[in-house]
Nanobody, 120 residues
Framework: QVQLQESGPGLVKPSQTLSLTCTVSGGSITTGYYAWSWIRQSPGKGLEWMGV???????YYSPSLKSRASISRDNAKTTVYLQMNSLKSEDTAVYYC????????????WGQGTQVTVSS
């Protein structure tokens, strides 16, 4: 059973950089065909996919973030990271880590989410 746990600063000032960590237990982040995504939900809005780092280490991002986001991983620590710069109040949201695979069968896990508030 894969488990994901997000962690982060909670409160960040505008224009600063956000750093979030997704600690993975019960599985590898480099095998098993899983893709590791960051997804957020702002107050009163739906889920917004931010980006993904699949098992092969490539990365893909939502164009809406305009290159502000960066996803990386530490294979030895089975940890996935999100960095996002130039934070704005609109980035206030609950940030989730997600693991999804579609082959050879569909399997998906979510972390419980971590609240990030952007405020001075």
């Amino acid at each position: 059973q894969v488990q994901l746990q997000e962690s982060g600063p909670g409160l960040v000032k505008p224009s600063q950089t956000l750093s979030l960590t997704c600690t993975v237990s019960g599985g590898s982040i480099t095998t098993g065909y899983y893709a590791w995504s960051w997804i957020r939900q702002s107050p009163g809005k739906g889920l917004e996919w931010m980006g993904v780092i699949p098992y092969d280490g490539s990365t893909y991002y939502s164009p809406s973030l305009k290159s502000r986001a960066s996803i990386s991983r530490d294979n030895a620590k089975t940890t996935v990271y999100l960095q996002m710069n130039s934070l704005k109040s609109e980035d206030t949201a609950v940030y989730y880590c997600n693991a999804l695979k579609r082959y050879p069968f569909r399997d998906e896990y979510w972390g419980q989410g971590t609240q990030v508030t952007v405020s001075s």
